[in-house]
């Protein structure tokens, strides 16, 4: 193990940290001019763009093409990561570090990846985000970096505990509370700026509509568009409020496909005018809340534009639609680069000066930073791209730095990350939104709450999917231990997401010794195990209580059981608040942010958006 101190600016035996002077003339004095403007506004205001410009100027070209960039790096120290960090950064990079990577392309921006080994915990959070600051800074007109992450709460989540760790977007589209989503930007936000984090891929613009979804899914709030665009105006201003700039995706919307873009090339099939009605509408209210950026799809939206080009590379789609009719003038970020759907039709060459044409300002991690830095600088060079194109992007990531004071200082302090990072406040807000989000759909015969004198015994069984943010899991166990907390006797058996028949046979035995048997299920489909593990639990006679662990829609899939409640995740947050509802402790409030069909009869309703039983 390396020492993580190495980035750290306040430990005895390093440099201590540039001051507050050196930053400012770093920045050549622009501090004063571009003090943090309001946080409704789209940018700064626009007589501060005169000082901006005059930074551009002395720009160098190639620092220019740098600062269109987005990079991942791997490890968990800006100057000395692990061997193994070193290698993969060698082998994908070209570089050792990330303050290699910063002094070789001037990258403008970079992005945590806990596989990358960027988020440990908190203190080294920070450290890093300090280490990757100074890197660039120390550079000849060193400017601050945007420092990015994918902390959409529920099941993606980059920084897990002991960080603050909310419901997701379906959890919380489910609890319906404009405040409750503002508070959780607000925290969220005031604990990722305290990490050196200050813009996060977040919150998920996209209306769900379709249930087979594999990529959208419970990360969007819900299926009303309405809806969906109040709870992302409502985390816009939190997030922003704590100095993070939020970011709307996946424009023009991601919310009806059955492919997902990671691996595949989804097309969208919605007309013009269900576009307007459905996908528009929650960028429009992210818009009007003055959002910071807006992240593009990798899908073919052919009533957009049919060129058959992804809407990352679109200039009828991202100038023609999202700057000129939606009037957007923030910062236009790409979906990752090194997603099949935006390789499908070009090489990893032309994607980035494509989607700088059609006008996008930040290019999101490209497969190799090498061919891609290249490639824009090469396409200035012959003229297909001129400078002022990207010195028009540039002002705006610089404006979106000058809102984020980070001109001021681009710093954080390990006392502020003490002081901020997973307080008992901010964890037990989180509880409480939680306790809003959980969803009773069956409760035959008054069931629930389970009593703890008639139903002591209490058998967990079900779905273990691995821990979706760094929550400590497995679902099963976190159920378990919720419930004895209560005052129950929880055992918990793991049986996974496709119990074998064996499997089954031992859940059905265990269950003979149990007053009530809670069942978390993940996904359930037609010809899925899970449904034969319910249907024998059922059998026994035990009272059986399911608990969809990610998708509503699988209580459509098990009509004998005879208790059912949406938990929209299975990280902790949610599995406590769906213990707390069984157990009695809490009156079940959420309401269905989505339909869910009849699995015989998909054009039918079974429950319609907004049921929710209550006690």
């Known amino acids: 193990m390396h020492d993580a101190s190495t980035d750290d600016p306040g430990r005895p035996g390093h440099p201590a940290r540039p001051s507050r002077r050196t930053v400012l003339a770093a920045t050549a004095g622009l501090t004063a001019a571009l003090a943090v403007q309001g946080t409704g506004t789209a940018h700064a205001a626009s007589h501060?763009?005169?000082?901006?410009?005059?930074?551009?100027?002395?720009?160098?070209?190639?620092?220019?093409?740098?600062?269109?960039?987005?990079?991942?790096?791997?490890?968990?120290?800006?100057?000395?990561?692990?061997?193994?960090?070193?290698?993969?950064?060698?082998?994908?990079?070209?570089?050792?570090?990330?303050?290699?990577?910063?002094?070789?392309?001037?990258?403008?921006?970079?992005?945590?990846?806990?596989?990358?080994?960027?988020?440990?915990?908190?203190?080294?959070?920070?450290?890093?985000?300090?280490?990757?600051?100074?890197?660039?800074?120390?550079?000849?007109?060193?400017?601050?970096?945007?420092?990015?992450?994918?902390?959409?709460?529920?099941?993606?989540?980059?920084?897990?505990?002991?960080?603050?760790?909310?419901?997701?977007?379906?959890?919380?589209?489910?609890?319906?509370?404009?405040?409750?989503?503002?508070?959780?930007?607000?925290?969220?936000?005031?604990?990722?700026?305290?990490?050196?984090?200050?813009?996060?891929?977040?919150?998920?613009?996209?209306?769900?509509?379709?249930?087979?979804?594999p990529v959208i899914g419970v990360r969007s709030f819900g299926a009303d568009p309405d809806a969906v665009g109040r709870l992302v105006a409502a985390e816009v201003r939190g997030y922003q409020g704590s100095r993070v700039a939020a970011t709307a995706k996946h424009f023009p919307g991601h919310g009806d496909t059955a492919t997902d873009s990671h691996y595949g090339f989804p097309v969208i099939t919605h007309s013009r005018e269900v576009w307007e009605q459905l996908d528009a509408v929650p960028f429009r209210a992210g818009i009007r809340a003055g959002i910071d950026s807006i992240m593009t799809a990798h899908i073919q939206f052919p009533a957009l534009d049919d060129s058959g080009d992804p809407a990352t590379l679109s200039h009828p789609i991202l100038t023609g639609i999202l700057r000129g009719e939606l009037g957007y003038d923030g910062v236009v970020i790409t979906d990752s680069l090194g997603m099949e759907g935006v390789r499908t039709k070009y090489g990893d060459d032309r994607v980035p000066v494509l989607a700088l044409k059609a006008g996008v300002d930040q290019l999101l991690n490209p497969p190799s930073m090498d061919v891609a830095w290249n490639a824009v600088l090469a396409a200035v060079r012959s003229g297909e791209l001129t400078e002022a194109r990207l010195d028009e992007s540039i002002l705006r990531i610089l404006r979106l730095k000058a809102k984020l004071g980070l001109f001021d200082d681009a710093y954080t302090t390990q006392a502020r990350v003490s002081r901020t990072v997973g307080t008992p406040e901010h964890l037990a807000a989180a509880d409480r939104i939680a306790e809003r989000t959980t969803t009773l759909l069956v409760n035959e015969g008054g069931l629930l709450p389970l009593s703890r004198r008639s139903h002591n015994k209490v058998l967990v069984v079900g779905a273990d999917p691995a821990s979706p943010s760094g929550t400590t899991g497995p679902p099963t166990g976190v159920l378990a231990a919720a419930l004895t907390e209560l005052g129950f006797t929880a055992t918990a058996l793991s049986t996974g997401t496709s119990p074998s028949a064996a499997t089954i046979d031992k859940a059905v035995a265990a269950a003979a010794d149990a007053d009530a048997v809670v069942v978390g299920t993940y996904n359930v489909t037609s010809g899925s195990t899970q449904k034969t593990l319910v249907e024998r639990l059922v059998a026994t006679g035990r009272p059986v209580i399911a608990v969809a662990v990610r998708n509503p829609y699988d209580v459509a899939q098990l009509p004998s059981v005879p208790a059912c409640l949406a938990a929209y995740s299975w990280t902790d947050v949610e599995l406590r608040a769906a213990a707390r509802v069984i157990g009695g402790q809490v009156d079940p409030r959420g309401k269905l942010p989505v339909p869910v069909q009849r699995a015989d009869d998909p054009t039918q309703v079974l429950y319609p958006i907004g049921y929710g039983l209550s006690y």
């Not at 570090?97 to 921006?109: D, H, K």
Request: charged share 20%; hydrophobic share 40%.
């Open 48 to 213: 501060d763009d005169s000082k901006l410009r005059a930074l551009i100027s002395r720009m160098t070209l190639e620092e220019k093409v740098g600062q269109l960039f987005v990079m991942r790096v791997y490890g968990a120290s800006a100057t000395a990561p692990d061997q193994a960090d070193i290698d993969a950064n060698l082998k994908e990079i070209g570089v050792r570090t990330a303050a290699e990577l910063i002094a070789r392309y001037r990258v403008g921006g970079i992005i945590y990846f806990a596989w990358a080994h960027n988020t440990h915990d908190p203190q080294q959070i920070a450290d890093l985000s300090n280490g990757i600051q100074r890197a660039s800074l120390e550079q000849p007109r060193g400017l601050p970096l945007l420092v990015a992450t994918d902390q959409e709460h529920g099941i993606v989540c980059r920084v897990g505990k002991p960080a603050t760790l909310f419901p997701g977007a379906m959890a919380i589209g489910a609890g319906g509370s404009t405040a409750d989503a503002r508070t959780l930007g607000r925290i969220s936000g005031a604990e990722l700026r305290a990490m050196g984090i200050n813009q996060d891929y977040s919150p998920d613009s996209d209306v769900n509509v379709n249930p087979a979804n």
